[in-house]
Every structure is written in structure tokens, then in C-alpha cells.
């Protein structure tokens, strides 16, 4: 279609608009003897104008195609009908024409007072709609294609065509160099270009609108979670419209956020990349109307060796790769290998490992959506490539995978009708990913290419562990106790998106450490608020007694401490350490002790979470022992006998001298 161009400008006068065609639908598949229709638009047409309509030489080769795409012609083919007059349009202004096809060698079809279109051939018939005035001048052009196929009872192998809906574009970044997540203090969320995508892929699947195309479905985790967050009510209504829209599904598992794979495995984060396809695959779970797919992944930025092993510890059985990651220097020639093939793994001794299945994405096939000329006639003329293909060699079993560009897709109806005539093709069989895997069965080995960004600093995977276990400490204190829905889960689910959002693709090191930040900042002005004993001095009167703690917990929540106990002069019958469930306010701690021996002792407190990985405050008791031990009284004991001994001894010795010195007087 030519573009509109202004009549008239800047002057004051109105601008007026080149009459121009737009198509709106036609026959894709035609039939021996079937009708080809084609349906169209026409803008600020003149009175008197017609339609020419030309059909070139059929195309059995996709290179032949884009040859024709190149350099299409608007003159004489294998067949023009000239000067066709204009229907009238209907109550939606759009105008329709239909015309008789034959393939056979007589001059006219059968059918009386319809224009024919002479077929003799299989093949994809170039077709070119052309809107003159009343003086026969060229106003606008539709360049688009139709497909004469086989009979039915042909004994011809379909191409298997599996179509991948992706969405993976991350959100905008902001000022402060951070994704925009999590929610604004507003209740606000900017998704950027992404929302446009996510509102084609619930279009496209509205139950009312079409019956449920075959399509696999791959949707940035981290995209569901902002809708789910936010506050906006355009985001609640989406967020409704996919859950229907994706219900019964295939939907793809999927990492949190993108991840620059070679550089997590570089850095030893293969565990971390269990964690954030977990967290990815919770989110989808959780939010959208199906289960997800454990067992098949789109990979969006690469994949080492390394990486697949993991993802085969995942249960990831198969892998969809955009052929723009595959290394050129290995392309196979066979169609077969093009589509199906094995990548290797390594195992964490980095020896040989089972390869993974792969299918390559084939970004050419749906290129033709960004074709700024092209939007109305771009679902055809992607039909039209893949049976260029499928004319190639048909008796051949093939297959191929598609990703339609959501990005570049201003609304869903070229994607519906591309999927819809996917599904009622002759010579197009719409499969899921793993029934091409199952029909060509990979043999030979590819290789991905590195990644071309590796964001991480040397320091990022001991800062993200950090990260994760003062996150998992405060998590400690109220998981077990804290009910959903509350202010304390919701900070939980805070903590764990900032720690999530920190690995996403592409951004710089101050970037990720700002997310890093922010979580060991929360935690600690939270737990701030609780308070530990205060200095104080405690008198026992008995061996075994309890000493009273206060401890005051300013949070509006009930959490879980531990408290460890340490003394020279203390024992602590029930254990150096004590878990404690705080209210809000004042809480009053028996701690059960006996004293070693009399006098002073100093009692250390540590407040710390459950775990004891993250403390939170520290105090010391002076304990007075006043009562002796079971110890001393024992010695003090034995002492006092011994004395009593010592003196009745020394009091019979004394007596027995007084008694015998009058004897020794009187013999003297």
C-alpha cells in the first residue's frame, strides 16, 4: 500500500489524505475449482474508481518469493482482470470482491457472471490489487498472495508449523538505574512497550473471539508479577484477561527475569539459576490459567554447556532457540537439522554430559510482520513462506518454529488470521513444539554463542548471598506465624523480587547493587524495632531460679527471636538458646539459670533471628548469687565436721590430763 501523503499545508487549509487501499481479509487456501475472495478498505477514494487485479507465475521456492517481495510487479503476469467495478461497500465500508478459479485449459469457468482466475499449477501466486481513478491512474497497490494446493487425497507430508507467543521484554528502567519494580509508593507500575504485547497475546486468545488456536506460550515471569502487584485497574483487567486467555495452554517455564547465563555460570551461580526458574515458575503457577511446562524453555540470551546441565537438573527436556543465538560456523545444510537438533551439555566435573533436545526459532519466516509496508498484508505473506517451503520438497517430512514479533504488533488481528489459517491449511500442520521434536527425531550437535554482555562484578555473587540470607532470616522471624495477606508476607515477597530483579540481563554493577541494597537496608531499619534487655542488675535467692528479660517489640507484628545465653558463672537447664515469640509491645522472658557459686556473675544476650544468622541487638545482666551452691554447702559441711572432731578430741585430751595429775601428786 502507498503511504498517504498531504494534499495540502501550511496555509490554514485542511490536509486531505492520497486515496489508498488497505486489504482487510481474502482466500488463502485455494482448491481445484474453489472461489478466491478478498475483502478491502478503501480511503477517500474518487467516484468512478476500479480495481485491476494481477496474478504472476506460480513460486515453488522461498528464495523465489523473496525475490518476488524484492521487486514486485504491478504489470502484466500470468493473468490481469482490468478495470473491475466497484461494489458497493457494506455497513462497515468494506468493499468485497470474489472471483471463480479453474485449473483447467478451457477458457471460462463454469461459473456464470463471476471474473475467473485461471490456476493450472500448484504453487504460491503472487496476486497484486491495483485501486485507478476514472482516468485509469495508478492510485494504490495490495501486494499479497494466494496458494493453489494439491487435491486432499494426496499421499504429501504436511510442514509442521509450531508457533511460540513470547513475550520477554524486560520493564523500563528508571532514573535511579532499577527496574520499576517493585510497585511505586502510588500503587503504580510502568510496563513499558511489554503491556502492548501482553494486550495482543490476551486478544488473540479471547475464547470469544476465535476457538482456541494451537500456540505455545512463553511470558516473562517478572512481567505477570508486575500486573499482579499493581494497584492500576487497566493492569487487574489484563492480568484477568491472560489468566483466561492462557487457560489449558502450553505455557513455557521460564527464569524470573532474563539472565546473561554464561555470566551466572562463570560466576558459580548454577544453584541461583534454579532458584530464579523456581521463582519464575511459582509466578506463572500462581497467576496465570495454566500450570507451566516444566519440561520446555525459551532461551532468550544464551546457554553454555554448563547452563543446560542445569536446566536438565530443572527437568527442562527441551530447548527453543532464536536462530540468531546459534553459531554460523556449525550451520547444518539439512532442513531436518535446522529445525531439530541436539546441544551439548557438560557436567559439573565438566565432563560429557546427555545432550538436550533443541528446536531453532526461525526469525525469517515472521520477518515479514516488520515490513513498515506490509501491515495489513503481513499474516499472507508469511502463510505464503512457509508454503513456499513446504513446495520445496513436499513429499518430505519438515517442520519449523515460529515467534511472531508481539513487539511490533499494533493490535492481534494479523496474528489471528495467521494463526487461524495455520490451522485450516492443506498443506500446514499446527503442532506443538515437542511433536516436531517427536517426528524429527535431532541427531546431529550445535553449538549456542556466549553472550555478548557479562554484567557481574567479581563481588556479585557474595553480595546476592548476603542478600539472600538476611532476606531468608527476616522471613524466619514471621513465616511460620505471620497469616497471608499481611503488611510482613508482603515485605517478604519485596525482598525476594529485589533479590530476583538484581540478576536481570544487561544491567551494570551499581545497577545490581542497588537492589542488593535495598534489601539489607529494609531489613535492618525493620528489625531495628526490636529492642533487647536493658542493663540491669538481678539478685538470685536460690540455686535454681528463673530471671525475668523484658524485651519490647515496636513492630505492629508478632515475629520469632532466638535468644542465646552465655555465662561462666550460669547454667542454663533448658539450653544456651531460646526461641521466643514476641507481641508488639513489652514482652516479659523467663529464662531458667543456677548459680555455680555465690557473688556476681555476667550474663551475655544475644537477640538474633531464628537461625541465629542475623542479629539484632546484644545485651549483659549482672546476676548476685546470694544462696550457696549444693557445692559449698557440701564443703561447708565437711569443714564443720571436721572441726566438731578436731574439738571434741582436744576437749577429752584436756580432761584426761586434769584426772591423772592428783594421782601422780599423791605418789610423789
Known sequence: ???????????????????????????????EEDIFRVSFRLIDAPDGSTIDVNIGVPIRSRSALLDRLAGPSTGLGLQQISRLPMPEPDANGITSLQFATTSSQELEPKTVGVPWLKLSAEGVYPVSIVLRDSDNLRLDTIHTFLVRTPPVDSDLSPLLVSTVLSVSGPLPVNSEGTVDMPVSPEGTVDMGASESSL??????FDPRIRPQPLATVSVNPLLVDALAISEQTEHTMLLARLQQATTNRQITSNTYVPLDSDAWIDHDLSLQIGWQVEAGAAVLDEFLGSQ???????????????LLNRLQRERVELVLVPDALLDPANELVGTLAKTSFLLPTL???????????ALSIDST???????TDSADTAPYLVLADLAARWFEDPQQLRGIVIAPPLDSLSDSTGLGVLLDEISVSPILSSVDPSAIVENLEPEALRQVRPAEVNGFGEDYKAALSDGQRIARSYQNMVDPIASVDTPERELIETLDRALLLSGTYGLTETQRDAYLAVVAQTVRDTVAAIQPPSRQRITLTSRSESIPMLIRNNLDHDVIVRLDLNSDKLDFPEGNFLLQRLSPGVNQIQVPVQAKTSGDAVLEISVNSPTGLLALGESQLTVRATSLSGTGV????????ILLLWWARHWWSRRRSKLELPKSSVSA
Open 1 to 31: 500500500m502507498i503511504p498517504a501523503a498531504t494534499a495540502q499545508s501550511g496555509n490554514g487549509t485542511s490536509e486531505m489524505e492520497t486515496p489508498s487501499i488497505e486489504l482487510v481479509s481474502q482466500s488463502m487456501w485455494i482448491a
Open 199 to 204: 494486550q495482543v497475546l490476551a486478544e488473540v
Open 292 to 306: 507451566s511446562d516444566h519440561t520446555i524453555m525459551v532461551l532468550t540470551t544464551s546457554a553454555s554447556p554448563r
Open 347 to 357: 557436567d559439573e566435573l565438566l565432563t560429557p554430559g546427555e545432550p538436550i533436545k
Open 365 to 371: 519466516a515472521t520477518a515479514h510482520f516488520t515490513r
Open 634 to 641: 557440701g564443703i561447708a559441711a565437711a569443714a564443720l565436721a
